[in-house]
């Protein structure tokens, strides 16, 4: 009992040290892969190809002076990035990081708790995230953040329909909400056992779920709770210093999140073809579907930013057409040819 | 239409490949990732400088003559020409026993040039009678004050030990034109 709890108390602060080490880098990672995009170098001064880039930026978030405005909400103004940063941390929870280790006789998962409501919690957790976005916006005491919180807020209930939606069509397909007994069912993908990944059979629900993690992160086309053009700086134009700095940093984590969850749900995980047919040692097979994991969350944090690079900002109105009109019908429509197919 | 390349603007209804956007947008990322694989155009300044052309205009000098005395005789014609206004000198006479430092009975005792007003044309140069005054390929340096950039002579005129030279910009070509008496500037 007392080796399982130091095992999980492990584990919990690996996947906690490392979310904020690929978030920290995402920030990197933004800059240069914009730079690139645009033809230009990027952050380079700080270390060799400016790798030290983040710790900069983390020292300058914390040595900035810290202003509370007077008319705010106090205890609702720190409240905020709190509440943004506790959830974006709490989703890694249910992620299976890779399969089982065997040592000394011992099996170890490499998920922190295997929840069999997994997928729920995920979603749970993550519309709590918006109440951070909301409060800090709404304790500001500003209109241009008061603004920024209400499109924060009212983007993420649209999108949200969509993305559960989407992801109903899923589970009629596997019938778990488990995220590790979905990614079983992904096994192998290609060799002896012919398990595509998800995405084979769901490329419409990807696609809308896709769409949605893009709005529930406020990455762009959809941003609009922090457009610079419009609103200052959204829910956050009242904010300095590390406050900010913890909104900022949740959305990283939140994109990281949502890329394993992509990951997890259309690509197959951990898995990696030919898994099976090489015979390696159950351990070597659990390392490297956890390497190739980070792969897959890897490129899809380049795609959230290679689209942030690409397309401009949506308007407010074609932003709800988007939701209501197309997505929600679109998963609907999605759900019930899933259901088809499970008669035939 | 004095350009013909004025468009007609047709308001149509989108297709449905249109509407769907998805099209459009993998042909925008396609776009964006072909820049991924580009050479940056970036010049990264300090350690890197861009090349310039051999007769760039940049930062002014008042040149010496061979004896190392200052050829300027404040004769206030390159302060008319200035576009920019950016030119202005006190004249003073020379007295006995400064043969050595000024060319002439009349020299400039004070010549500044606001950094910030010049606009780098070279009309200046080109108005001088006396061949004095000459824009280099040396850059005007930053300061964190408008004061630093009004330039006095200790900027302005080249040191005796450590010519500037000027000879991309004073060819033969450049002196036959400023003896043609058509122009203004040797009536």
Known sequence: MISFLIYKAILVGVVFGITLFIAAYSTYAERKVAAFLQDRIGPDRAG???????????????????????????????????????????????????????????????????????????FAVV???????????????NKFSLLGAIRASAQMISYEIAMGLSIIALIMMTGTLSLREITELQTGAVGSSWNFWNVVYQPVGFL?????????????????????????????????SMKLGFYL??????????????????????????????????????????????????????????????IPRFRYDQLMNLGWKILIPLAIINIFITGLFGIL | MLTNRSKLVVKKE??????????????GIGITIKHLFKKSATVRYPEQTREVSEIWRG?????????????????????????????????????????????????????EINMLRCIFCGLCEEACPKEA???????????????????????????????????????????????????????
């Open chain 1, 48 to 122: 060799p190809f400016g790798i030290l880039q983040p710790l900069a930026d983390g020292l300058k978030f914390i040595m900035k002076e810290e202003i509370i405005p007077n008319v705010s909400n106090k205890i609702l103004f720190v409240l905020g990035p709190s509440i943004a940063m506790l959830t974006a941390l709490m989703a890694g929870v249910v992620i299976p990081w890779g399969s089982t280790l065997v040592i000394n006789g011992e099996t170890y998962s490499l998920q922190i708790v295997d929840l069999n409501i997994g997928i729920l919690y995920v």
């Open chain 1, 127 to 141: 519309s709590i995230g918006v109440y951070g976005i909301m409060i800090g916006g709404w304790a500001s005491n």
């Open chain 1, 208 to 240: 809308i779920f896709l769409v949605c993690a893009f709005a529930e992160c406020n990455r762009t086309p959809f941003d609009l709770p922090e457009c610079e053009t419009e609103l200052v700086g959204g829910y956050h134009t009242e904010y300095s």
């Open chain 1, 249 to 310: 940093f949740a959305e990283y984590i939140n994109m990281f999140i949502s890329s394993a969850v992509i990951s997890t749900l259309y690509f197959g995980g951990y898995n990696f073809p030919f898994m099976n047919d090489l015979g390696m040692d159950q351990n070597i097979i659990t390392i490297i579907g956890t390497i190739g994991l980070f792969i897959k969350i890897g490129f899809f944090i380049f795609f959230f930013m290679w689209i942030r690079w690409t």
């Open chain 2, 14 to 27: 989108m297709t449905f490949w249109e509407k769907i956007y998805l099209p459009a947008i993998f042909s």
């Open chain 2, 59 to 111: 930062q002014h000098v008042l040149k010496r003559d061979e004896k190392g005395a200052e050829r300027c005789t404040a004769c206030g014609l390159c302060a008319v020409a200035c576009p920019a206004e950016a030119i202005t000198m006190v004249a003073a006479e020379r007295k006995k026993g400064e043969e050595k430092l000024y060319r002439e009975e009349k020299y400039a005792s004070t010549y």
């Open chain 2, 133 to 187: 005054i000459f824009l280099t390929d040396r850059l005007v340096s930053t300061d964190y004050g408008r004061d630093g950039f009004i330039y006095g002579k200790d900027k302005l005129v080249e040191s005796v030990d450590n010519r500037i030279d000027v000879s991309k910009r004073q060819t033969p070509a450049v002196l036959q034109f400023k003896k043609i008496k058509l122009f203004s500037h040797n009536k």
